[in-house]
């Protein structure tokens, strides 16, 4: 037998051995599985955090610095900083409006509430907000498919129906003579107001439109439009319009004439200044639009949104028809 064999044989006999040795040998125990780990919860909502814009045609109507207000108050009760709340006004101009929501852009807002000077022309940056991760709420005039996350509205054909309506009764089946002083030409507003008041006049074949001319929502141009309608018309029942600075205009027009006891005036927003006109039987009547709540519900509306809440995509604020037998009531309806 060979020596080299011997050794070889001990070897293969030896691993034999050993691996049977293991196979017979206790089963370890798995290590226990790690728990799960926990989700970390979401960061807690720090409105004191926010940067807030309000964007509106202009400050020279008393009416937006009332609406500006309102979303201010809003933000406050939040908890917002009020020193982060930026107002941007355009002075209905469409340029500096585009450039104002360019710098909130580059301001990094988490939120801007815009009353577009015209519609189509701010589509674009308002898009161009919304892909920046501004939440973007629009109020006043619709602008499709910009991303907006919700429309804070007045019903303006309705509100037009409303002040049509009670003129045609006011005026009753004997008719008479009607002058309307429009906002800007072709800003959806003023034409939607003028177009639903004449809706209803038309009902009576006896209610003459003697005159219709645009004074751009503008107290001054107010005055000297009815100036010069009042030297062309001989008669007049009825003047509306389509904002209370129009309205208070023609009213001094009609006060410097003398002949404001001819015919009654009917503005549209109910700024205190009206609604004292009201009071003191100067303006016959005014729509009260609740300024304030419509910025108030706004920047709510934003907020909401931002805290992960669940938002309509239109908010639908009522208005309502003062005269001097519920001028005395104004305050309350607006707060409803």
Not at 75 to 81: D, I, L, T, V
Not at 109 to 122: E, N, R, T, Y
Not at 237 to 244: E, G, P, S, T, W
Not at 312 to 335: F, M, R
Request: net charge negative; proline share 5%; glycine share 10%.
């Amino acid at each position: 037998m060979s020596k080299l064999w011997i050794p070889a044989r001990i070897l293969v006999i030896t691993l034999t051995v050993a691996l049977l040795v293991g196979a017979c040998g206790p089963t370890a125990t798995p290590a226990p599985a790690s728990a799960p780990a926990k989700e970390q919860a979401a960061p807690a909502f720090d409105p004191s955090s926010l940067k807030i814009g309000y964007a509106v045609q202009t400050l020279g109507n008393p009416v937006f610095t009332t609406i500006v207000n309102g979303g201010k108050d809003a933000a406050k009760k939040s908890g917002a900083n009020p020193d982060n709340f930026v107002v941007f006004a355009a002075e209905n101009d469409l340029p500096t409006q585009v450039k104002q929501v360019e710098d909130a852009i580059q301001q990094h807002l988490d939120l801007l509430v815009l009353h577009p000077v015209d519609v189509q022309g701010m589509l674009d940056v308002t898009k161009r907000a919304v892909d920046s991760g501004i939440t973007v709420v629009n109020a006043g005039e619709k602008m499709e498919g910009t991303g907006a996350i919700a429309r804070v509205v007045f019903t303006e054909c309705e509100n037009g129906h409303k002040v049509g309506q009670y003129v045609s009764d006011f005026l009753g089946e004997k008719g008479g003579k009607v002058v309307l002083l429009d906002g800007i030409v072709g800003e959806f507003t003023a034409v939607t107001r003028a177009t639903c008041f004449l809706e209803i006049l038309q009902k009576n074949p006896n209610i003459e439109l003697v005159a219709r001319q645009p004074a751009n929502y503008d107290r001054g141009q107010g005055l000297s439009v009815m100036e010069n309608i009042l030297q062309a018309q001989p008669k007049i029942d009825v003047v509306y319009a389509v904002n209370d600075e129009m309205a208070l205009g023609a009213l001094q027009a009609i006060s410097a004439a003398g002949r404001a006891a001819e015919m009654i005036v009917i503005g549209t927003d109910g700024g205190e200044e009206a609604l004292q006109s009201v009071r003191d039987g100067g303006l016959h009547a005014t729509l009260l639009l609740p300024m304030a709540k419509m910025g108030y519900m706004a920047v709510e509306t934003g907020i909401k949104h931002l805290k992960g809440e669940t938002v309509s995509d239109t908010v639908e604020i009522p208005t309502y028809l003062i005269t001097s037998e519920n001028v005395d009531k104004a305050a309350e309806l607006a707060s409803q």
